[in-house]
């Protein structure tokens, strides 16, 4: 036995890859860790995307039961200062609840489905780099744990009302918490491209990968033309915060830190959640009622088409007048042309559901009831993303702004959903229950609606631009409605994680989910 | 057409030079020198880049062997086994050291901002878990089969582990034990070590005289044991030393502040 003798293929290639067969594993390979150490140590990437979901799903019911209380202190019921403890605690959680939806719930939860089914659909044994998909998992997780805790100790992303020292500490903390947790969803994103790209079966060209495969490595293609971007804000932010400036903008004391985030959860950058909603979406319409795309080529091109429009890295206003950027041609047509590929999906899906067997179970399918829900939610954030942008509409720096986001994120949280039915084999787990999967449907669908069409219409009713809707006189019934919306999404939201919960109690065994 | 080890070395190498050209233009390199290993103009500090360029000729020259005898290239294995089908797909094995990089990573982190040595720490437990997932990575393709592929890590690894686990464990004994030594009474601490120390012994003996007794059970002992020494340790640490009183000339004792190190009687 020499150290020269036969090993894996130089790009690390799938079984199946040159006529090349897996090898029998021996006795000992076999024998997997126990289930308590299976976390810890597993180099399935079905495993690694089980955690992701479950996680992601559990914190999506905190992440709503903020949002909960955030509306609650956007009525007159309770001021929003006193709900949390001061103007300062109210900004934290208000900027946590936009920050943990999409680095800690949607973008994990969709990651975490592609960890599990992009291997399975492109015909590799596992994910290119296995050791990287679980860094990836516990580094998010260790990364969400520093934020969560910094936030709650008084950090956060900027303040309004002047810091303490120990603020200030726990305010680094929550940039470099929130920088682990890009990182390591850029591990992913990669780990995920790498076998969409290299561990392909032989003679499955790119065109032909399935339409989820495609959209997460158009996903994982934006995420990385994007994040690195919110990278490099940390760094000049974390500069500043530490007593070295470096450009000096981010001062602790005002909301600067956060004005130099927030174009991470507004449009165009906000529908990198977005894209693999899309591929779940024609795969689980398709799946429920037995077609198969007339026209494949033309939903990858819609796919790369919306992933093109997602990039938004650029569109940061804060290092230039907003009227230079977002009066702009560029971003202009960046918020119109968002609506296009959407409207060219539907009629896709739509062509699928003629072509398809349309009886009523099928057409009461959660995956169809789902992915109708994800794509009615996308097209509307869409469409208050093309408004937003009309410059005599005057809805920028209004609440029209968390419309868009409020419809990307729900659309993600159903699309988690739908994929948990849809692809409960490949995730190893019992398929997720139709009562609770279509109830978490209806919720988050409800939910989103309200909230899209309440922080609309506050949009459009604001005087002057108030991201916060802190000074809406006069929309308190807006503010009940948005409540309403708040709720039904915490109450979908904690469907959402119960299935979950209750399908990984049971999982299939990956011989049985083959 | 190229293998993983050449790849990696090959990286390695244009590191290196990378690295090479940096220190000696920013240690005084000029003209063209350190791109003509100082051909025409200076290098910079020559021990340094040096050092640097040496290293890029070693990981050249490893590269370079390593794709001349095809490592880790299964189609050139096959052939040479007449193999009528080529082994690509290996099992990946099961590794803790992702995790151990991302709580490395983690504490790097909160380090930064809360103390420098546990900044260092997360540093060397990130260079640690490199290393050690480096050698898994490749042990994984090292063979067609798992069992030699493991026994392969271990003939390499286990000499640089043992005696630095062992060494680390050794000193996290010594330094829990004597936390709790120096915390509690001069009379307590007798009593404490005489118990500890014939518990050690009498658990010895059963081990060595009924060699049939369960790995599992001696293992779960062992870690419970280790828990509470650690857990003592740490309590003993927090809670501080007890006051000494030293023997000077003058008086036969005298009360003052205890110091770290410092052995009175």
């Known amino acids: 036995m020499t150290l020269t003798e036969p090993a894996i293929a130089d790009s690390e290639a799938a079984p199946g890859a040159g006529g090349a067969t897996a090898p029998e594993p021996s006795d000992e390979a076999a024998a997997a860790p126990s289930i308590l150490a299976q976390p810890f140590v597993t180099s399935d990437a079905a495993a690694v995307g089980r955690l992701f979901v479950l996680t992601s799903l559990l914190l999506a019911v905190g992440t709503s039961v903020v949002g909960v209380l955030l509306s609650l202190g956007r009525t007159e019921a309770v001021a929003p200062w006193d709900l949390f403890g001061g103007f300062n605690a109210y900004f934290r959680m208000w900027t946590l609840y936009r920050m943990s939806f999409m680095l800690l719930v949607v973008m994990p939860l969709l990651l975490g489905v592609a960890l599990a089914v992009v291997p399975t659909q492109v015909g590799a044994g596992n994910v290119a780099f296995p050791r990287a998909a679980l860094a990836s998992f516990w580094s998010w997780l260790i990364g969400a744990v520093i934020i969560v805790v910094s936030v709650l100790a008084g950090g956060g992303w900027g303040a309004i009302d002047g810091v303490t020292g120990n603020e200030s500490d726990a305010m680094a903390l929550t940039l470099l918490g929130t920088g682990m947790v890009i990182v390591a969803l850029m591990l992913g994103a990669v780990t995920v491209a790498t076998t969409v790209i290299s561990s392909r079966q032989t003679g499955m060209s790119l065109l032909d990968v399935p339409p989820f495969s495609w959209s997460m490595l158009v996903a994982a293609a934006v995420w990385l033309f994007t994040l690195p971007v919110a990278i490099a804000n940390l760094v000049v932010i974390y500069a500043d915060l530490r007593g070295r400036p470096a450009i000096a903008f981010g001062r602790a004391e005002s909301p600067d830190i956060w004005l130099q985030l927030d174009w991470l959860v507004e449009q165009p950058a906000v529908y990198i959640m977005a894209v693999p909603v899309l591929g779940i979406a024609v795969e689980a319409v398709g799946a429920a009622v037995g077609a198969r795309s007339s026209r494949p080529e033309a939903i990858t091109v819609i796919v790369g088409l919306f992933g093109l429009l997602a990039v938004g890295g650029w569109s940061q206003d804060y290092f230039t007048a907003p009227q230079d950027l977002r009066d702009g041609l560029v971003y202009v047509a960046f918020g119109l042309a968002a609506v296009l590929p959407l409207v060219a999906l539907a009629g896709g899906a739509a062509e699928l559901v003629l072509r398809g067997t349309k009886t009523p179970d099928r057409l009461l399918d959660v995956r169809m009831m789902g992915a109708g829900a994800a794509l009615k939610l996308l097209g509307a954030a869409a469409l208050v993303g093309a408004l937003r942008v009309i410059e005599p509409l005057d809805l920028l720096e209004t609440t029209a702004t968390w419309a868009v986001f409020h419809g990307v994120v729900v659309a993600g949280l159903i699309a988690g959903v739908v994929a948990l039915r849809n692809w409960s084999h490949e995730l190893q787990i019992s398929p997720l229950s139709v009562v609770v999967g279509r109830g978490a449907v209806a919720l988050l669908l409800g939910g989103g609606g309200l909230l899209v069409l309440s922080d609309l219409i506050s949009g459009f009713l604001a005087d002057a631009p108030d991201l916060m809707a802190l000074a809406l006189d006069g929309s308190a019934a807006l503010n009940v409605v948005a409540l309403a919306g708040s709720v039904l999404v915490a109450a979908g939201a904690a469907a959402a994680a119960v299935g979950a919960v209750s399908a990984l109690r049971t999982p299939v065994p990956a011989g049985e989910a083959a | ?265």
């Open chain 2, 1 to 265: 057409m190229f293998t993983t080890g050449f790849k990696f070395f090959f990286g390695l190498f244009a590191a290196f030079c990378a690295a090479a050209l940096v220190y000696g233009y920013t240690t005084g390199g000029n003209h063209v020198g350190p791109l003509s290993l100082g051909w025409k103009g200076g290098v910079g500090d020559h021990i340094g880049y040096g050092v640097l360029v040496a290293l890029a000729g070693v990981s050249l020259t490893i590269s370079l062997v390593l794709v001349s005898f095809r490592d880790a290239d299964a189609a050139a294995q096959a052939h040479l086994q007449n193999l009528a089908e080529v082994l690509t797909d290996q099992p990946v094995a099961a590794s803790f050291w992702p995790v151990v990089a991302s709580f490395g990573v983690g504490a790097a982190a909160v380090g930064l901002v809360l103390h420098p040595m546990v900044f260092v720490l997360g540093l060397a437990v990130i260079v640690l878990s490199m290393v050690e997932w480096t050698m898994d990575a490749w042990a994984d393709r090292a063979t067609g089969d798992t069992a030699v592929n493991r026994e392969l890590r271990n003939r390499i690894m286990a000499p640089i582990e043992i005696p630095v686990v062992g060494a680390l464990g050794v000193g996290v004994i010594v330094l829990a034990a004597s936390r709790i030594l120096l915390t509690v009474s001069k009379l307590e601490a007798v009593a404490v070590a005489g118990v500890v120390s014939a518990l050690i012994l009498g658990g010895a003996w059963v081990y060595a005289s009924r060699p049939g007794l369960g790995r599992r059970l001696v293992r779960v002992l062992g870690t419970v044991g280790a828990l509470l020494l650690l857990i003592g340790g740490v309590l003993a640490a927090v809670a501080g030393e007890r006051e000494f009183h030293p023997h000077t000339d003058d008086t036969h004792e005298e009360s003052v502040e205890p110091t770290g190190g410092e052995h009175g009687g």
